[in-house]
């Protein structure tokens, strides 16, 4: 095997694909292909899977065979590759006998390096296929969705357990599987089946920096869809709904008030699914109203949002899913709609009939779901966890990291529940308790129910506000569940308390923000320029058919408009100008920046574009920006404030002040002693220490009592996570 240097690698991604820097762990990855060992990469969605196995096929001598579950998918990744100037070809069923008669002679000839096929093509025994490929001469072998092959994964097809026999009839070809997320029983299955249980296994970070994640009730939903999107005409999303019907009424209502909307299903004509999905690809339509069959076979760069009409059955489905967006490193939503029924629903579409063991894991995973949608914590954080990954406790780019929180005081509401769990015995869940508080007058409630004193005494409330107070008592340990697919509330140590009124109870709440209301930084662009390089990107695209991020991501568009190259030497230092690409599009977009210019008395600013690896972190994984909601509490800090009187000021809580303080002192921006004392510090680490809690305050305020207030005993836990970390 010849050896690669890494000088040489970077240079043939410049070459055939435009890219200064490799991304995630890529680099390790082709390294180890090309040194002929079996590979299994696990890369986010969009972290840039493809180029781990087409920069090899570019090196290597012969052809790669890449398996592919979808049609769609294959053709745009073959598109793509063509408009680099690589030449690449796909066989599947909707192509006619010649035309796949001419690809199989080109193939044959040495003038295909990369072709794609259909893991249904590949038979379990076959000597004449088989006697095909020793023809083609295969250098490597890429599994794409890998995780298609296993049982444990969210997205099995029985058609991946015949891959296997490719290491069975080629040993010396190396193999790579890849995924966007499997995680560690599902990842020990991928390598078994496929044969290469000595595959060296590479795990990018899943964190999506650039995607900011909000969870909302689901009240009034097809509106607030409908008033984010009208916000964004120009930009493409993807909307999920759990079934077929629910994908048309939705698209439909969104049609009615005047969005450009399609619903796309497995039940459609597949004509019409194909004619939808293209439409899609070219800006034609610019939202799509779908079910999971849509979007394993979409590699398009520039969807801005993913919306979650329903709840995903799995972390790794909502992973995935929202993963479709922001693919070009630009800033997306991924926004989720929750509701308790939605998981009762899913209950029933999980369980398998007759197979106990695959419907305790679905289950498993649902319930993980339903707790990712419930937590009062960091989505991301809990997001990387879910996947063996740590990460901090604010990330600044989710609902919860961006909401102002605050104490309430919710000791008689916490009573009434208690107080409901009792008088009904210890043996409902939370659905039946809150109609019980709330007087429903449904038959499900026995007569005997409706004459307890208890009954009807939280009607004051909806029954989204009891849903909340009851995920806070238990989140709080304020309250027990009991086992099982169908818990019941039951009563502990702490609620006892509660009832006999000797202790307050304080939830934390969170101030719902609109999805419009973050800091952003602005990309300095001229609009009217940008306008017209999408013309010519959208020409170009129409000249070959093909969709317009196959000429050029939206990245690369703003990258031009902001740093105006005027030349050819300079147009390659925009990420996604390979040689071949400069050389066959580059004049086009040239004359037009010329042109803009010209008439405007412009130079270039090609200068200021610094190298990818040395541009600053991501808001994700820094403190919050200077502008943000923060920094402003910070700068009155500074200026000598009490909190009291920046909470006043500012029209904020107290509490709220107090995390934002506190993440500067976990940052050690601020010095914890200047808001308490060594001694203080040093009790409050005891205590938190004897209750063994790293995020409720309120058993940490039982030890310490009033001496100490929330806010000292937040900002102490803060810092001493950080110390911890």
Known sequence: MPVYSTERLHLALKHFFGYDEFRLNQLPVIETVLAGNDVMGI???????????????????????????????????????????????????????????????????????????????????SASFFDFLRRLNPSLFAVDEAHCISSWGHDFRPEYLKLAVLKQNFPPVPVIALTASADKVTQDDIVQKLG??????????????????????KQNVVGKIADYIMKRKEECGIIYALSRAGTEEIASALKAMGINAAHYHAGLDPRERSRVQEAFQKDDIRVIVATIAFGMGIDKSNVRYVIHHDVPKNMEGYYQETGRAGRDGLKSDAILFYSRGDIIKLKKFVTIEGNTEQTAVSLQKLRQMEQFCESDRCRRQYLMQYFGEAFPDYCGTCDYCMSALEQVDATVDAQKLLSAIVRTGER????????????????????????????????????????????QMFNSGYVDKSAGEYPVLKLNDKSRVILKGETPVMLTKQKEQRIDDIDE??????????????????????REHVPAYNILPDNSLLEMASYLPLNFDELKQVSGFGDYKAGKYGMAFLQVIQRHARANNLSSKI?????????????????????????????????GRSMDEIAEERGL???????????????????????????????????????????????????????????????????????QS
Not at 198 to 217: D, M, W
Not at 436 to 442: E, T
Not at 607 to 633: D, E, I, M
Not at 694 to 716: F, M, W
Request: hydrophobic fraction near 35%; proline fraction near 5%; charge should be neutral.
């Open 43 to 125: 890369m986010p969605t969009g972290g840039g899977k493809s180029i781990c196995y087409q920069l090899p096929a570019m090196l290597l001598p012969g052809i790669t065979i890449v398996i592919s579950p979808l049609i769609a998918l294959m053709k745009d990744q073959v598109d793509s590759l063509t408009a680099n100037g690589i030449h690449a070809a796909c066989l599947n069923s909707t192509q006619s006998p010649d035309e796949q008669r001419l690809i199989i002679e080109e193939a044959e000839k040495g003038n295909i390096k990369l072709l794609y096929i259909a893991p249904e093509r590949i038979p379990a025994n």
């Open 196 to 217: 290469i249980p000595g595959a060296k296994v590479f795990i990018s970070s899943f964190n999506r920096a650039n995607i900011y994640y909000y969870i909302r009730q």
């Open 428 to 471: 409902y869940g939370a659905g039946y308790l809150i109609d019980f508080l709330r007087g429903s007058a449904s038959e499900k409630i026995p007569a005997a129910h409706k004459e307890l004193k208890t009954y009807g005494i939280g009607k004051d409330r909806k029954k989204e506000e009891w849903e909340w107070i009851v995920k």
């Open 521 to 542: 930084e602005e990309v300095s662009y001229d609009d009217q320029l940008l306008k017209e390089l999408r013309g010519v990107r959208h020409d170009l695209a129409d």
């Open 607 to 639: 200068h200021l574009k610094a190298p990818k690896s040395t541009r600053k972190a991501t808001p994700a994984t820094t403190k919050p920006k200077s502008g943000s909601t923060f920094h402003v509490t910070l700068a009155m800090h500074k200026e």
């Open 653 to 723: 809580s107290l509490s709220t002040v107090e995390s934002h303080l506190a993440k500067f002192i976990a940052d050690g921006e601020l010095d914890i002693f200047s808001f308490m004392s060594p001694e203080k510090l040093n009790a409050i680490t005891n205590a938190v220490k004897a209750s063994g809690q790293q995020i409720a305050l309120r058993p940490v305020k039982d030890i310490l009592g009033d001496s100490y207030t929330y806010g000292e005993i937040r900002i102490a836990m803060e810092y001493l996570k950080s110390e």
